[in-house]
């Protein structure tokens, strides 16, 4: 079962949740809160009063009111950004260092790298032509959980957020993914949106797992090192955005990855993805 949770406050949130809605065979099964659990297929729909940061183990309340555990969490969510770019954007969950927007410090959700990177693409996809820009964001922010997890966003403005034609975007790449195997990755450097990591899951074929920005390097400590490993499932790879990391930094990162059994490769060490060119 695939959870996915719309929250009230969030404008963009609640647009996507009326778009899934718009396809037919949702049922009601059971109620988490006051709202029902709505399903289809193996998808579960829950609807929640308050802003998904901040809801804690919303996987195990899931699993309480459902009498089945999620495989894999995806939060319908708004984004926001001082630029104002449209943007529709897909994002691991957790907090490298402080956690300043929900969540705990210093700690990761698991990743669900094959469906989030197939999910990335499957929006460029569907948002051919539309004037959307299409990125992965780095991992931040909350809320904690224990099941695999990512954020899918429309924004950066209220304009987009109430766009029907965004939410669309969004629910039919959701609806149409169906992850594909393939070498698993973790990402490091660059800024928040990731530029160069996108490009990558664009166009070779490798599922990007936690993604680590430039400005959280100095939170790679042996121990963050080894959470971020941990919660990549799958991981056998790391790939760095080598142009925005210091020479000296870099080497001691390949060092200490490649210690803990991940292999740094570059782009050519990967294969094209089947059909990149669509996008």
Do not use: C
């Not at 718009?22 to 988490?32: A, D, F, K, M």
């Not at 579960?44 to 183990?57: C, E, K, Q």
């Amino acid at each position: 079962m695939l959870l996915l949770v719309a929250s009230r406050p969030d404008a963009a949130s609640m647009g996507q949740r009326e778009a899934l809605l718009r396809v037919p065979g949702w049922t009601e099964h059971g109620r988490l809160g006051d709202a029902p659990v709505l399903r289809r297929d193996d998808l579960a729909l829950v609807t929640i009063p308050d802003l998904h940061l901040y809801r804690d183990g919303i996987d195990r309340e899931a699993q309480i009111a459902l009498g089945e555990a999620p495989e894999a969490v995806v939060f319908l969510s708004k984004h926001r950004s001082e630029s104002g770019t449209p943007s529709l954007t897909v994002h691991p969950i957790g907090n490298l260092g402080s956690a300043d927007l929900g969540g705990r410090p210093r700690t990761l959700v698991p990743a669900d790298p094959h469906r989030m990177t197939d999910t990335l693409r499957a929006i460029r996809r569907e948002a051919a032509g539309t004037g959307y820009a299409v990125t992965f964001e780095a991992t931040h922010h909350g809320p904690h959980l224990e099941t695999p997890a990512f954020f899918i966003e429309a924004g950066s403005t209220e304009t987009e957020w109430s766009d029907p034609r965004a939410a669309e975007i969004l629910m039919r790449a959701l609806l149409s993914v169906r992850p594909r195997d393939g070498p698993v990755a973790v990402g490091v450097g660059g800024g928040h949106y990731t530029p160069r990591l996108t490009d990558l899951a664009l166009r070779r074929d490798v599922a990007l797992a936690h993604l680590v920005p430039g400005y959280d390097l100095p939170q790679l400590d042996d121990e963050m090192l080894d959470q971020i490993i941990a919660r990549s499932r799958g991981a056998s790879l790391v790939y760095f955005h080598r142009k925005a990391i210091e020479k000296p930094v870099l080497r001691d990162l390949e060092r200490r990855f490649e210690a803990r059994g991940l292999r740094a490769v570059r782009e050519d060490d990967l294969d094209p993805l089947p059909g990149s060119q669509s996008y």
